[in-house]
C-alpha cells in the first residue's frame, strides 16, 4: 500500500440484533470488555484460573524482553489431564467427547472416560518406543479419533507434536520433519476421500528417505490397504498401544513448555513452523471457544468441520472444545460423498447447535444451491461460525438465511495460526451482526488499524490489521527462527503485531477484514481492496464465487481483473452476462472498482486450506507462465482457466 490508506468502498447497511433468547443466558456480556480494558492482565489470569492448575503462576506476563512473551510464569499444567483426565474426575466420564462418522458411514462415539483410557495407553506406547519429554512428533493423519489421541498423547508427555494435513504430499512432509528435527511419525494406512480409499503411509515412506534420523512410525490401521513395512522402524498402533495400561501418571509441565509446533497455510510464503506453548494456548482457546461460541457443554453439540492438519481443527475441533469438556462432532470425509447433502444429513443425524466452517465451503454450497440444505431439518441449530478468509457479506446472509434458518447469529471470526485462538470476532449475545464484519477485538485483545506510519486511523479509514498487546495464546517464535519471527511479525512497525492483513473500520469503528495487504490493487492512484471487489460481485444473485486481481495497466497502473463462478451447476457465462457484471461493481462500488475484464471459470485455484491463491491468478492475467503451483489443491484448474482466457473480455 501507498501512503495513502485503503479505499473504502463497500457499503453494507444490514444489521442483525442478536436472538434476544441467546443474549439472556450468553456465557459472556458485554461487560467483559469493560473489565478487559480496566485491567487486561486481570481478565486473563481470569481466563486461566477456568484450568486446572498443579502449580500457580508467579507473574501474569513477563514482557520484559519483547517480542518474546511469557504467560502464566511459573505455573504448571498438563494440557492432557485438562482436557480428558479432569473432566472423568469430576463425574463426567459417560460424557461423548465425539461423535465421529466415517466418511464410508461408520461411525464411533468417545466419552471422555474412553478418551482418557486411550491417552494413557498411547502415552505409555509412546514412552516404550522412546518418545521423551521435548521430543517432536509428527503426525501426518486422517480425521480419525486416533488423530486426537495422538495429539493428546503427545501433550501429555510434553513432546511436541506437529501435525501435517494429510493431504499434502511427500515432499511437504519431509520438510516439516527436517525444519523441526521430528524423530517419530504417527500415520495411517490410510483415509477414506470421496468415496475411496486413499493411502497415507506410501507418502510417510517416500518422504523418510530424506528424513534419516526418524526412528520410528507408528501405523494407524484405518483402511487396511496393503502398506509397505521396514522392520525395525515400522509399528502398528494396536500392536503397541492396545496391550498398554489404561493408567499414566501426567507430569505437570511449565506453562512456557513447547506444546505444538504448526506450519501456516502457505498461502503467500514458505509455510512458518510456528510454536505454541502450554498454558497461555489452552487459557486462548479453551476461553475464545467459551465466550464465541457461547458454549453450553451441557447441552451443545459443536462441530467445527476443518481438518486437524489446520489451526481451526486444532484450537476448536482438540483443545477448546476438550478443554470446556463439549460434545463435538468429528467427520472424516468431503461435502459431496456420497452426496451434497451430507453435511446436513450429519447437522441432522448428531442434531449439531453450533456449526463452524470457512467461507469457502459456504460458497460451494451457494453455487450446488439452498433446494439441497432444505430438504432436511436443521432446526438444532443456533449459532454459526465462520473463519479462513474474510466471508462475503451476500455469503454471509445465504449462510444465516439458508443453512441458519435466519435464527441463527453468524460469528465471522479472525484470527490466524499465529494468534492461536479468536481474536476478532462479534460476541453472538452482545455484538450485532454486519454481514461481512469481523466486529469487534475480543475483550482482552487490542486491535487496531494504522497507516503507514503506524498511526491509527481515524473510523471511516482503512490500512494495516494490527495487534498492540500481546496476548495469551501468541505464538512464541517461528521454530529455530527467532530472526524471523522478529522480521515477520515484529519490524513493519515499532512495537506493534502486524498480521499481514488489511482492514478497515467502518463509521461506528467496527471491524472490516480486507485481505492481505499484498494482494490490494492500485488502481489509478487508489488503494482498492481485492475482497470489497469480490464481495460486489458475489452480491450479484447470479455469482457464487470470485476473485480479484490486479494486472499491469498501461494507463492505471493496476487494472482489475475478475474471475467469477456462477451459481447453479453448468451455468454458462456470455458478453452480456461479463457487461452485467462490471456494471453491477461499477453501480456498488463507484466507476473506479469497474473490472477491466471479468472471466467466468469453472474453478478457482486454492491452497489445501480453501484459501484463494491469487498470485497464480495475476500470473494469468498478466500473461506470465505459472509460479510455483504444489500448495494447490488441484493443479489441472490452473489449465482449465488459461483455456478459457481467449474468450475473456475486455471493454473500455
Ligand atoms: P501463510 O501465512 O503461510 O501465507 P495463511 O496466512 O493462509 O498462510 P493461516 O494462518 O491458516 O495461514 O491463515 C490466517 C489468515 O487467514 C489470516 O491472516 C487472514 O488473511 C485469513 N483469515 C482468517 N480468518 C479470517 C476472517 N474471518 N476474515 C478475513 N480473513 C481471515
Ligand atoms: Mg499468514
Not at 277 to 287: H, K, Q
Not at 473 to 487: A, F, Q
Request: aromatic share 8%; charged share 25%.
Amino acid at each position: 500500500m501507498t501512503k495513502e490508506t485503503l479505499s473504502n468502498l463497500l457499503k453494507e447497511n444490514r444489521r442483525f440484533d442478536p436472538p434476544p433468547e441467546l443474549a439472556a443466558h450468553a456465557n459472556v456480556t458485554a461487560d467483559a470488555y469493560a473489565e478487559a480494558s480496566a485491567d487486561r492482565l486481570a481478565f486473563w489470569e481470569r481466563a486461566a484460573e477456568r484450568l486446572q492448575w498443579d502449580e500457580p503462576w508467579t507473574q501474569v506476563l513477563d514482557w520484559s524482553n519483547p517480542p518474546f512473551a511469557k504467560w502464566f510464569v511459573g505455573g504448571k499444567l498438563n494440557v492432557a489431564v485438562n482436557c480428558v483426565d479432569r473432566h472423568v474426575e469430576a463425574g463426567r466420564g459417560d460424557k461423548v467427547a465425539f461423535h465421529w462418522e466415517g466418511e464410508p458411514g461408520d461411525q464411533r462415539t468417545i466419552t471422555y472416560a474412553d478418551l482418557k483410557d486411550e491417552v494413557c495407553r498411547a502415552a505409555n506406547a509412546l514412552t516404550e518406543l522412546g518418545v521423551n519429554k521435548g521430543d517432536r512428533v509428527a503426525i501426518y493423519m486422517p480425521m480419525i479419533p486416533e488423530t486426537v489421541v495422538a495429539m493428546l498423547a503427545c501433550a501429555r508427555l510434553g513432546a511436541p507434536h506437529m501435525v501435517v494435513f494429510g493431504g499434502f504430499s511427500s515432499d511437504a512432509l519431509s520438510t516439516r520433519i527436517q525444519d523441526c528435527d521430528a524423530h517419530f511419525v504417527i500415520t495411517s494406512d490410510g483415509g477414506y476421500r470421496r468415496g475411496n480409499a486413499s493411502a497415507l503411509k506410501p507418502a510417510v515412506d517416500e518422504a523418510l528417505k530424506s528424513c534419516p534420523d526418524v526412528r520410528n512410525v507408528l501405523v494407524v490401521r484405518r483402511t487396511g490397504q496393503d502398506v509397505d513395512w521396514t522392520e525395525g522402524r515400522d509399528v502398528w498402533w494396536h500392536d503397541v498401544v492396545d496391550q498398554q495400561s489404561a493408567e499414566h501418571t501426567a507430569e505437570a509441565h511449565d506453562a512456557e513448555h513447547p506444546l505444538y509446533v504448526m506450519y501456516t497455510s502457505g498461502t503467500t510464503a514458505k509455510p512458518k513452523g510456528i510454536l505454541h506453548t502450554t498454558g497461555g494456548y489452552l487459557t486462548g482457546v479453551s476461553w475464545t471457544h467459551y465466550e464465541v461460541f457461547d458454549i453450553k457443554p451441557e447441552t451443545d453439540i459443536f462441530w467445527t468441520a476443518a481438518d486437524i492438519g489446520w489451526v481451526t481443527g486444532h484450537s476448536y475441533i482438540v483443545y477448546g472444545p476438550l478443554a470446556n469438556g463439549a460434545t463435538s462432532v468429528m467427520y472424516e470425509g468431503t461435502p459431496d460423498t456420497p452426496d451434497r447433502g451430507r453435511w446436513w444429513e450429519i447437522v441432522n443425524k448428531y442434531k449439531v447447535t453450533i456449526l463452524y466452517c470457512a467461507p469457502t465451503v459456504i460458497r460451494m454450497f451457494m453455487k450446488w444451491g439452498e433446494d439441497i440444505p432444505a430438504k432436511y431439518d436443521l432446526s438444532s441449530l443456533r449459532l454459526l461460525g465462520s473463519v479462513g478468509e474474510p466471508i462475503n457479506p451476500e455469503a454471509y446472509v445465504w449462510y444465516r438465511e439458508f443453512i441458519g434458518g435466519g435464527r441463527c447469529p453468524v460469528v465471522d471470526t479472525w484470527w490466524q495460526t499465529e494468534t492461536g485462538s479468536i481474536m476478532i470476532s462479534p460476541l453472538p449475545g452482545v455484538t450485532a451482526g454486519k454481514p461481512g464484519a469481523a466486529m469487534k477485538a475480543l475483550p482482552g485483545v487490542v486491535a487496531d488499524v494504522v497507516d503507514d506510519q503506524g498511526q491509527s486511523v481515524p473510523d471511516g479509514g482503512g490500512g494495516f490489521l494490527v495487534l498492540r498487546e500481546p496476548w495469551p495464546s501468541m505464538l512464541r517464535t517461528i521454530w529455530g527462527d527467532d530472526e524471523r519471527y522478529i522480521k515477520t511479525y515484529w519490524s513493519k512497525f515499532d512495537g506493534l503485531y502486524f498480521a499481514g492483513d488489511g482492514a478497515k473500520k467502518d463509521s461506528d469503528g467496527d471491524l472490516w477484514l480486507l485481505g492481505r495487504v499484498d494482494d490490494v490493487m492500485l488502481v489509478s492512484g487508489h488503494n482498492i481492496s481485492t475482497t470489497e471487489v469480490e464481495s460486489a460481485l458475489v452480491s450479484n444473485p447470479k455469482v457464487a464465487e470470485a476473485a480479484v486481481v490486479g494486472a499491469s495497466d498501461p494507463t492505471t497502473g493496476q487494472a482489475i481483473v475478475a474471475f467469477v463462478i456462477l451459481r447453479g451447476d453448468g451455468a454458462e457465462g456470455g458478453d452480456e452476462l461479463v457487461s452485467e457484471l462490471r456494471q453491477h461493481v461499477a453501480k456498488a462500488l463507484g466507476p473506479i472498482a469497474r473490472p477491466r475484464q471479468v472471466m467466468v471459470v469453472p474453478e478457482l485455484p486454492k491452497t489445501r486450506s480453501g484459501k484463494i491463491m491469487r498470485r497464480l491468478l495475476q500470473d494469468v492475467a498478466e500473461h506470465r507462465s505459472l509460479g510455483d503451483v504444489t500448495t494447490l489443491t488441484d493443479s489441472t484448474v490452473m489449465d482449465l482457466i488459461s483455456e478459457k482466457l481467449p474468450t475473456a473480455k475486455s471493454e473500455d
